[in-house]
């Protein structure tokens, strides 16, 4: 199927894959590029620290060690900071201080995980799962979001391989590139699953990936095709941090820009009906919190859990399994909320 113009294309957004070489370069680019600033901090860090240390400045050389391992927890203390004046006056329940406190220890211990072992070291941990005896058992698409790649799902795609679930897990490349130039991507991953399952697969995407998969809708028509869209953490409307992108799919989330306003249009219906949207309000991605619900769609708040600590949280993950090991269960029924 050809895919339609539902979005704005702009000169650099069409991800397409041209032999298997091209697909295994593009594959290990953010994980290179993750390797060479993991190792690099750590080199620093050891260095610097080190030549204090010879030189008899001890205090100094803890001081550097210190803000070696923890920069990251300032850096999402300020995010935190904006999230609290950016949520305000949003419907989303209020943080308290202990849940806020909560959320971002949860991400100072996350954040390190997935940025500096599982997607530079650990991206084809885990590769997909496809058994040739797959026919009638649903399967799932992971679609991963801005400045990740599959290696995000490891401990996902670890439990799936255990319980037998088909799965394929896409990387989004390039990196920068537009969001509706990744359909093309998705299609590919999406036939996959069909092709051994001969079953509508359930779609489970995190931030950016959330917009991918609308888009893909979009452009190939593709709803029929799909048993339910799980999205994490995803700006559906926008997230006002977009403001400070420099990168073309960062530019597409600022809740006011044409691309987004573009999405929406595009989608005529009561399209989002097959959606489980996952939010927070102590999301430091995604601000306000309420941006990554959808109308019409099964809506579920997680109390205390910041953006990249959502993609790994229980309430989300058993969720997800329901769906995949009790595909006729109708997702209205009676799962409680995780709050």
Known sequence: MRPTTCVPRSPAGTATLK??????????????????????????????????AVHGQYIGALVVFGLSIFAHAIILAIEFLMLVAANRDDPAPAATLRQLVKAWWGEVLTTP???????????????????????????????????????????WLARM???????????????????????????????????????????????????????????YQAAPR??????????????????????????QMRPTGEWLSALRRSEAGDPFNRFTCFYSHCDNIIL????????????????????VHLARHDAVLYEVLRLALDPERRPESDMADPR
């Open 19 to 52: 032999g298997m070489a091209v697909a295994d370069f593009l594959n290990t680019m953010l994980a290179l590029l993750q390797q060479f600033t993991t190792l690099g901090l750590l080199a620093t860090a050891v260095t610097c620290t080190t030549l204090l």
């Open 113 to 155: 995980q997935v940025f500096c072992w599982q997607q530079p070291f650990r991206s084809t941990a885990q590769p997909d799962h496809v058994p040739p005896n797959a026919a009638g058992r649903p399967g799932i698409v992971f679609v991963h979001g801005l400045v990740c790649n599959r290696g995000l799902w490891n401990p």
């Open 161 to 219: 391989h255990a319980l037998d679930i088909p799965f394929v897990a896409v990387n989004l490349e390039p990196i920068f590139g537009s969001i509706e130039g990744y359909a093309p991507l998705i299609e590919q991953a999406v036939r996959r699953i069909e092709s051994a399952t001969a079953t509508p697969p359930l779609i489970v995407a995190h931030s950016m990936g959330g917009l991918a998969v609308r888009a893909w809708l979009c452009a």
């Open 226 to 251: 799909v048993r339910r869209v799980v999205t994490i953490g995803t700006p559906h409307r926008g997230t006002l941090l977009a403001r400070l992108a420099m990168g073309l799919n960062g530019r």
């Open 288 to 307: 306000p919190a309420s941006s990554a619900t959808l109308p019409g769609a099964d809506n579920r708040h997680v109390e205390a859990v910041a953006h």
